[in-house]
């Protein structure tokens, strides 16, 4: 994946079909309803490879790798080909000539913890965001500040109505919008407009 919008296919041999099957997987699904309704995030396990995950661990290869080898110095072992603990939380717009994917990673190593005061039954941390812009074969990669990233206590386990991350996208603006609720309150710190146009 190129930041500056350089072709996989014509730049990366050895990752060629998969990096074409990445963005036409993304591309080949129906062109997302009503982009300016406000909708959770979607998370995604990235410690085993799986049909529904592959891209966002392409879109982090080099922090998982980070995160695999500050695992291994810790003394654990990867199992079976697996990565250490990550997730990532993501919003996919698919318009009719793009796609885009911002994506927020949670790794043990990766994020920090929020400065600032929230509930005490969820987690809030700062974690490394990216925005992933697929126009055909070729992909464009922005490195973005910090995002919030909500962890919910199993114990407590609220409805999405109570704690859960948001996102929209503003059709006009080409914007994306992402907020946090946490017991029916917007955490305004959480609160980010997006541009995804160059």
């Known amino acids: 994946?190129?930041?500056?919008?350089?072709?996989?296919?014509?730049?990366?041999?050895?990752?060629?079909?998969?990096?074409?099957?990445?963005?036409?997987?993304l591309w080949a699904r129906e062109l997302t309803a009503d982009?300016?309704?406000?909708?959770?995030l979607v998370h995604?396990?990235?410690?085993?490879?799986?049909?529904?995950?592959?891209?966002?661990?392409?879109?982090?290869?080099?922090?998982?790798?980070?995160?695999n080898k500050a695992y291994e110095a810790k003394g654990a072992a990867l199992v079976g080909g697996r990565n250490a603990p990550a997730s990532d939380a993501h919003i996919v717009v698919r318009g009719a000539t793009r796609t885009i994917v911002l994506t927020t990673l949670d790794t043990d190593g990766g994020c920090k913890p929020a400065e600032f005061s929230y509930p005490s039954d969820v987690t809030i941390k700062m974690c490394p965001t990216r925005l992933v812009v697929f126009e055909g074969a070729?992909?464009?990669?922005?490195?973005?500040?910090?995002?919030?990233?909500l962890e919910i206590d199993p114990k407590s386990s609220p409805t999405p109505n109570d704690a859960a991350s948001y996102a929209a996208f503003d059709?006009?603006?080409k914007t994306i919008k992402i907020g946090l609720i946490v017991n029916h309150r917007a955490i305004d710190e959480c609160a980010r407009f997006i541009p995804t146009a160059p």
């Open 171 to 173: 059709t006009i603006t």
């Open 44 to 67: 995604a396990d990235l410690e085993t490879e799986l049909p529904d995950n592959l891209t966002y661990i392409d879109v982090w290869k080099d922090a998982l790798v980070t995160n």
């Open 138 to 149: 070729i992909a464009t990669t922005r490195e973005l500040p910090a995002s919030c990233y």
């Open 1 to 25: 994946m190129n930041a500056i919008g350089t072709s996989w296919c014509a730049t990366l041999p050895m990752i060629v079909a998969m990096a074409c099957a990445f963005a036409s997987a």
């Open 35 to 40: 982009p300016g309704a406000w909708r959770p």
